[in-house]
């Protein structure tokens, strides 16, 4: 079964960076598949943030877009989010995503898609 975990979470002020990685196992190299990164604040339902499919097609929450950038290093098998200009709205659980799919266009964010989750990492803006 495929296995994710993701990293890189923590705690910064309005205006800054982080990057998480999710380390993915048990997905072959010419496998077809889509992945993505959900988030989930208190009392709020999971979201679609970002994903990106195994020809590196990607697409962006309209929240996002323009500050993070999802990549994907197939040599290593880890997903990346990069988050720049967070915002506390940002705060949130963060998880990775994956499905074995051909083709996951308009529903990339749908998180009825995936099949397979991380645990989550935590990420906190401050104002």
């Known amino acids: 079964q495929v296995q994710l975990v993701e990293s890189g979470g923590g705690s910064v002020q309005t205006g800054g960076s982080l990057s998480l990685s999710c380390g993915v196992s048990r997905i072959e190299y010419n496998s077809l598949f889509c992945m993505g990164w959900f988030r989930q604040a208190p009392g709020k339902e999971r979201e679609g943030v970002a994903a990106?499919?195994?020809?590196?097609?990607?697409t962006y929450a309209e929240s996002v877009l323009g500050r993070f950038t999802i990549s994907q290093d197939n040599a290593k098998k880890t997903l990346h989010l990069q988050m720049n200009s967070l915002k506390p709205e940002d705060s949130a659980m963060y998880y990775c995503a994956a499905t074995p799919a051909y083709n996951c266009k308009g529903r990339e964010l749908d998180i009825r898609t995936f099949a397979y989750w991380g645990q989550g990492t935590q990420v906190t803006v401050s104002s």
């Open positions: 990106i499919d195994w020809d590196n097609r990607t």
